[in-house]
């Protein structure tokens, strides 16, 4: 199992990115986004279940991010607008694996490498 982050980058403050997240080797019903800022701990930003029908998202980032899959890819997308310095941090995707709550690193698995997103003010 192998998951793959893409799409980070520098973009200035209000700017977007979009991010992708593949797996390989196989297919996950619950996804997750998870980031990493330099000297704090992993936080929860947004996860999707398989038919997409359920999201959720973290507070600081509501109204700004949407997360979405195609599943026919093997992709889970995470769409990031109104950038804030704060949003700062490398950027990791992860299958739920295990029961428990959605925004708990805990349940989640088979972190990937991550992809830095690095916004200017």
């Known amino acids: 199992v192998q998951l793959q982050a893409s799409g980070g980058g520098l973009v200035q403050a209000g700017g977007s990115l979009r991010l992708s997240c593949v797996a390989s080797g196989r297919t996950f019903s619950n996804m997750g986004w998870f980031r990493q800022a330099p000297g704090k701990e992993r936080e929860f930003v947004a996860a999707?279940?398989?038919?997409?029908?359920?999201?959720y998202y973290a507070d600081s980032v509501k109204g700004r991010f949407t997360i979405s899959r195609d599943n026919a890819k093997n992709t889970v997308y995470l769409q990031m607008n109104s950038l804030k310095p704060e949003d700062t941090a490398v950027y990791y995707c992860a299958p739920k694996i295990r029961a428990g709550a959605w925004q708990a690193a805990e349940s989640y698995d088979h972190w990937g490498q991550g992809t830095l997103v690095t916004v200017s003010s």
């Open positions: 999707i279940g398989w038919s997409g029908g359920r999201t």
